[in-house]
């Protein structure tokens, strides 16, 4: 069992470029949330997916959007990238039990 | 009322020693209560969890601690190992599968 794999390992990025982030989940789960972890700092949540709809929210703008496939893989989107969404970005899978987190993406922007 | 308070912010332990992190939560909502472990560069691993209808789980060297009244649990690591060293956080949520409200984390290093 493969578990949570994230792609890509680490991106650079500019200022209001956008940038898209992929998560494959633990096989058997269905459900994947997205964490934002600055620096130093613990994971925020920001959304979760279940059966390709947006479940839950947390506190972030409009710019970040996701999606969630019919093989329960799932993207996270970033629009007009600012410095301060730098971060580790992590994606969790479950199904009827706890989280696993990925290995996360480290995003840059520049 | 979202916020779980994790202390202390890093903590140093000698080889066999006995770590202890301490979380604090105001929302009574929650009901799942896990522990994870993160090394640098890598995502957080679930070390363990709990729920508040029992007071303490052991796993192996790993111990959580869960007062309901106080809104308080701590995870106790025995016999602490320099392998342990990393960063510990603390977490919460309403069902097992739900938003997780992370602590802000410690830093644990076991010096041999």
């Known amino acids: 069992d493969a578990g949570v794999t994230q792609s890509p390992t680490h991106l650079i990025k500019t200022r209001g470029q956008q940038v898209t982030l992929r998560c494959s989940p633990k096989s058997g789960h269905d459900t994947v949330s997205w964490y934002q972890q600055a620096l130093g700092q613990g994971p925020q949540f920001i959304f979760q997916y279940y059966e390709e709809e947006e479940r839950q929210r947390g506190n972030f703008p409009d710019r970040f959007s996701g999606h969630q496939f019919p093989n329960y893989s799932s993207e996270l989107n970033v629009n007009a990238l600012l410095l301060g969404d730098s971060a580790l970005y992590l994606c969790?899978?479950?199904?009827?039990?706890?989280?696993?987190f990925g290995p996360g993406t480290r995003l840059t922007v520049l | 009322q979202q916020q779980v308070k994790q202390s202390p912010q890093s903590l140093i332990v000698q080889k066999g020693g006995i770590s202890i992190i301490n979380c604090a939560y105001e929302?009574?909502?929650?009901?799942?209560f896990p522990w994870y472990q993160q090394f640098p560069g890598k995502g957080p691993a679930l070390l363990i969890a709990i729920r508040p209808d029992v007071s303490e789980k052991k796993e192996g060297r790993f111990t959580i601690s869960f007062n309901k009244s106080a809104k308080q649990f701590s995870l106790h690591i025995m016999d602490s190992q320099p392998g342990d060293s990393a960063t510990y956080f603390c977490a919460a949520s309403k069902g097992n599968t739900g938003k997780l409200i992370f602590g802000q984390g410690t830093t644990l290093q076991v010096k041999p």
């Open positions: 969790a899978s479950s199904q009827i039990d706890e989280q696993f």
């Open positions: 929302n009574t909502a929650f009901d799942y």
